[in-house]
């Protein structure tokens, strides 16, 4: 099984203005560390070596500057590709990344803004992808502001469709910003269309999956952590979070 992972760290950081008028956010501290050590540390230590990091044109200088170490030690290979439209919606990153995926048997495709921090984590990610099937997988994490994110609403406990940013609330659970998929989705995303923000949205994507009965879920549960870090309090409870548990424990978390 050959897996690839994709980061996609482009965007306008509306969130985090007006530091992101200057600097992608992915290069904004998180504690002790930038934050794209945190997304890339999870596709490490689930074992993946070859990623591709989507952002803006320009930023790989900065990239590949913070990240050169990390490379050497961790052994893994990273390339870029550009994205020029830069509110093209997530799911551009996989036509973005055709190319790269198309010798892959499944790509993981993760959100440059979030951390995920779990003994187990890596291996139920390893989990999904070692099942030797077309599935595409994606994960729910329960939350207090369901209207923020992508909601999963079930129906017999069954997983019948995904609401973004919901206004009438039925469910808690979030579609984090961690995806797995075959490299078969590259024959439905090219059917998706532009949202009313004139996105491709990624919950136009699980939906057609979901419809075609090629979508599954795992749900972390609370043996792991997860923040988007899409926003400064969020980016606060995150560093406070990291703080704590590398004073308590006297390990580093992410230390890549």
Not at 82 to 103: M, T, V
Not at 110 to 134: A, E, H, S, T, W
Not at 174 to 193: D, E, M
Not at 230 to 240: A, D, K, P, Q
Request: charged share 20%; proline share 3%.
């Amino acid at each position: 099984m050959k897996v690839k992972g994709i980061i996609m760290a482009g965007g306008k950081g509306t969130r985090l203005k007006p530091l992101t008028n200057i600097l992608n956010k992915h290069l904004l501290p998180v504690y002790n560390k930038p934050m794209i050590y945190y997304s890339l540390s999870t596709l490490i230590y689930a074992g993946i070596k070859d990623i591709l990091i989507i952002c803006n044109k320009g930023d790989e200088f900065y990239f590949s500057k913070i990240l050169s170490n990390v490379i050497k030690r961790n052994k893994i290979k990273i390339s870029y590709e550009f994205q020029l439209n830069i509110g093209g919606g997530i799911a551009e990153g996989l036509i973005l990344a055709k190319s790269f995926i198309h010798d892959s048997d499944k790509v993981i495709l993760m959100l440059g803004d979030n951390f995920f921090f779990g003994r187990y984590f890596p291996q139920l990610i390893q989990d999904c992808f070692n099942n030797n099937n077309k599935s595409s997988y994606i994960f729910l994490s329960k939350v207090s502001n369901p209207k923020d994110y992508g909601i999963a609403y079930f129906k017999n406990e069954k997983l019948k469709k995904i609401v973004e940013k919901p206004k009438n609330i039925k469910n808690n659970l979030a579609v984090t910003g961690l995806y797995i998929y075959h490299r078969s989705v590259l024959n439905l995303v090219n059917s998706i269309k532009p949202s009313k923000r004139n996105e491709l949205e990624i919950t136009s994507l699980n939906n057609k999956l979901l419809q075609n009965k090629l979508l599954k879920y795992v749900n972390i549960g609370r043996g792991t952590t997860w923040y988007d870090l899409g926003s400064y309090e969020n980016m606060l409870m995150c560093s406070e979070f990291v703080r704590m548990m590398e004073i308590r424990q006297g390990i580093k978390i992410c230390d890549i």
